[in-house]
T-cell receptor
Framework: DQQVKQNSPSLSVQEGRISILNCDYT??????FLWYKKYPAEGPTFLIS?????DKNEDGRFTVFLNKSAKHLSLHIVPSQPGDSAVYFC?????????????FGKGTKLSVIP | NAGVMQNPRHLVRRRGQEARLRCSPM?????VYWYRQLPEEGLKFMVY????????ESGMPKERFSAEFPKEGPSILRIQQVVRGDSAAYFC??????????????FGDGTRLSIL
């Protein structure tokens, strides 16, 4: 039973255009959502997060949008750069459990074409 | 990377041997998490520890797996009597707790465990 789903295994975007990565979740108890970027043979790198009390958070080229009613979030990268090519993981946690374990999606491989 | 340090990066074991994976958290972080990633899958939570305490081990297999985070030294994930299905990438993460709630977890580069 996947609680965090990334339904697009891969995405290709032209350099300079917008990349939109999507994520859906089923557990309404989740109250923090995070995006990580991962290069081969390296660990995930934290990109940006959002609390469930917000609907948008922006950091430079990265913006995360949260739609609680739809249990959906998305990561926008503008403008996309070749160095953004990586696997992007959506993750969620429920802070009230006292555990802070992250539940990950399976990832979306982004390829930014020069 | 002065962040989370994991060693070894690669570990090869034969079936039935023991595997020990080490993790030193980022400076100032007192919370350690272990995750496992199988090929083509996302990371799956295994265990959450604070110094000398296991807080949540709900993702750990009931047998052969154990974890510790002693008062001094790195956190250790130990797998006894390894089997082929234990082959995976094992990632450690660390975090602190801030006034605004849980802080983002920062990951090491992982240990790739291969079982012959």
């Amino acid at each position: 039973d996947q609680q965090v789903k990334q339904n697009s295994p891969s995405l290709s975007v032209q350099e300079g255009r917008i990349s939109i990565l999507n994520c859906d979740y089923t557990n309404s108890m989740f109250d923090y959502f995070l995006w990580y970027k991962k290069y081969p043979a390296e660990g995930p790198t934290f990109l940006i997060s959002i609390s469930s009390i917000k609907d948008k958070n922006e950091d430079g080229r990265f913006t995360v949008f949260l739609n609680k009613s739809a249990k959906h979030l998305s990561l926008h990268i503008v403008p996309s750069q070749p160095g953004d090519s990586a696997v992007y993981f959506c993750a969620a946690l429920y802070s009230g459990a006292g555990s802070y374990q992250l539940t990950f999606g399976k990832g979306t491989k982004l390829s930014v074409i020069p | 990377n002065a962040g989370v340090m994991q060693n070894p990066r690669h570990l090869v074991r034969r079936r039935g041997q023991e595997a020990r994976l080490r993790c030193s958290p980022m400076k100032g972080h007192s919370h350690v998490y272990w995750y496992r990633q199988l090929p083509e899958e996302g990371l799956k939570f295994m265990v959450y520890l604070q110094k000398e305490n296991i807080i949540d081990e709900s993702g750990m297999p009931k047998e052969r797996f154990s974890a510790e985070f002693p008062k001094e030294g790195p956190s250790i994930l130990r797998i006894q009597q390894v089997v082929r299905g234990d082959s995976a990438a094992y990632f450690c993460a660390s975090s602190s707790l801030g006034p605004g709630g849980p802080q983002p977890q920062h990951f090491g580069d992982g240990t790739r465990l291969s079982i012959l």
